[in-house]
Nanobody, 119 residues
Framework: QVQLVESGGGLVQPGGSLRLSCAASGSGFSISEMDWYRQTPGKERELVARIASGGRINYADSVKGRFTISRDSAKNTAYLQMNSLKPEDTAVYYC?????????????WGQGTQVTVSS
C-alpha cells in the first residue's frame, strides 16, 4: 500500500520559515490529491492547503499569502513552504494523500510532524 513519510518540522522563531515535505512510496498507485492539515490540542484538525492532480490550489484564510503548497509528481512528493510564521501556527502538521490502487481510491495519512513557533 501507499506509505507516507513527513519531514521538515522543528522549532522556529516568529517570522521565520520552515519547509515541510511529504513523500509517498509504494507501487501500482496513482495520486489524485495531496493535502496538508494541522491540529492543536483542544481544536479540530483543520485543512491548511490542498493541491489537486490538475494543479488547483486552495489555502485556509489564516495562511494565505504566507504558505505555499507545491507538488513534484515525478517524486510523488508534496511540499509546504511556510514563511512569516506566527505562534498561532504551532501545531502538528499532517500530510493527507488520496491515492488509487486499481479502482480503489483511499486516503492515506502521514505520521505528523511538530511545528513550534516561539521566541
Amino acid at each position: 500500500q501507499v506509505q507516507l513519510v513527513e519531514s521538515g518540522g522543528g522549532l522556529v522563531q516568529p517570522g521565520g520559515s520552515l519547509r515541510l515535505s511529504c513523500a509517498a512510496s509504494g507501487s501500482g498507485f496513482s495520486i489524485s490529491e495531496m493535502d496538508w492539515y494541522r491540529q492543536t490540542p483542544g481544536k479540530e484538525r483543520e485543512l491548511v492547503a490542498r493541491i489537486a492532480s490538475g494543479g488547483r490550489i486552495n489555502y485556509a484564510d489564516s495562511v494565505k499569502g504566507r504558505f505555499t503548497i507545491s507538488r513534484d509528481s515525478a517524486k510523488n512528493t508534496a511540499y509546504l513552504q511556510m514563511n512569516s510564521l506566527k505562534p498561532e501556527d504551532t501545531a502538528v502538521y499532517y500530510c493527507n494523500v488520496f491515492a488509487s490502487i486499481g479502482p480503489s481510491l483511499r486516503p492515506y495519512w502521514g505520521q505528523g510532524t511538530q511545528v513550534t513557533v516561539s521566541s
